[in-house]
């Protein structure tokens, strides 16, 4: 708890251009809860570099990213939406939290394999160690709810497993956290390949919607989306294709699958496709005329950046102190 709320943590890497996936797997499901909880949304550059990075590219990836969570409508005044760079304590819990892992739970995440096997050349210790940060992103603010999408559960299941195991050997130093996955729209698949999950790094571009396309280009994306050739709009996993876009129109208009597929019954598949591109237009163009606001305004952006460091800084200092005492560090002489 902090001010009488719960507290929601979460993060996107600022690696590659934000898809629809990551909008409609969390993004939205955040700006949802935001009135509810205490909330600590990070910017999380420390664990992109566990991927090589052009330190020009990634520095404006990251304000472009920081400006996208305020243009989806979390307000960086009652929120702390900060980078994660600028709390050193990330850092220093993640040490700590890496001598409480066992490297045989860090091999069993599928992420890391699947990132090894892309960047072969590159298999860093960070690469490898990446749940112990995402770990400590979250339990450095005692969060209680961490909204993601499907594809972070197993990290999110290893840092429930760290945060018990600490626990059990000092007591009730860390809040247990909880994933939040949205009804719909918690895996998002490509455009071209049903069966792979949409992602910020596909070589196909007509795989992903990015946040910033303009809405020709999003029409075009949906229109010539891969579906099948039953012909018939029906949520099932025959039709991985069709189901994908019911799960998008779905999440972008907050109608259920169900009325999805009554609303386009016996229709075909082109004026579905329409529909879709139509809705997806819809969320993001409010998005992007609020993101194009906000790049003007470097010193409103400047002086958010510089508030919530210090405020998420000042709540990461102390579980920071808890857990060093409780490990058994030296107090410092003041
Ligand atoms: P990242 O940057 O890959 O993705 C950000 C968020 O978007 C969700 N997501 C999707 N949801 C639905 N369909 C998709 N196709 C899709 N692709 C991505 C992800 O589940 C995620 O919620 N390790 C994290 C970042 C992170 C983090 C954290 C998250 C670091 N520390 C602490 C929560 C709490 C990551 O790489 O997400």
């Known amino acids: 708890m902090l001010n009488g709320k719960k507290v929601l943590y979460s993060g996107m890497q600022a690696t590659g251009n934000l898809t629809l996936g990551n909008y409609l797997g969390a993004l939205k499901n955040w700006v949802n809860l935001c009135d509810e909880y205490e909330c600590f949304y990070g910017v999380v550059d420390m664990h ?3 991927v090589r990075q052009d330190p020009t590219v990634l520095r404006q990836r990251a304000r472009n990213l920081l400006m996208i969570y305020i243009a989806a409508g979390i307000d960086p005044e009652k929120n702390c939406i900060y980078y994660q760079s600028h709390v050193s304590g990330h850092a220093e819990l993640a040490w700590i939290l890496n001598c409480f892992t066992y490297m045989g739970e860090l091999n069993r995440m599928t992420q890391f394999k699947d990132k090894a096997a892309k960047h072969a050349d590159n298999i860093n210790a960070g690469l490898f160690t990446y749940p112990v940060l995402m770990a ?5 603010y005692q969060a209680d709810v ?6 972070q559960m197993q990290h ?8 018990q195991r600490f626990n ?3 007591g009730d130093v860390f809040t247990v956290p909880e994933a939040y996955i949205g009804k719909v729209g918690a895996k998002i698949m490509s455009l071209q390949d049903p ?3 949409m992602s910020k790094s596909d070589e196909n571009p007509n795989a992903s919607i990015y946040l910033m396309d303009d809405p020709d280009t999003i029409m075009r994306k949906c229109r010539r989306a891969v579906t099948d050739s039953e012909g018939q709009i029906q949520y099932r996993e025959e039709q991985p294709g069709i189901r994908n876009l019911i799960d998008i129109y779905s999440a972008c208009t907050g109608k259920t699958p169900q009325e999805v597929v009554g609303e386009f019954d016996g229709q075909g598949y082109g004026d579905f496709k329409t529909a879709v591109g139509e809705a997806v237009i819809g969320v993001l163009r409010p998005l992007q005329e609020r993101y194009a606001e906000l790049a003007k305004d470097k010193g409103y952006i400047d002086g958010i950046i510089k508030a919530n460091a210090e405020k998420a800084g000042y709540a990461a200092a102390k579980t920071l102190r808890k857990v060093q005492r409780k490990v058994g560090f ?3 002489i003041r």
Not at 136 to 140: G, H
């Open 48 to 50: 992109s570099i566990t």
């Open 136 to 140: 400590a992103d979250i339990l450095l």
């Open 146 to 151: 961490v909204p993601v999408g499907i594809d």
């Open 156 to 163: 999110l299941e290893l840092t429930r497993d760290v945060a």
């Open 168 to 170: 059990g050997v000092y």
């Open 195 to 197: 069966s792979k999950k």
């Open 330 to 332: 030296p107090d410092r």
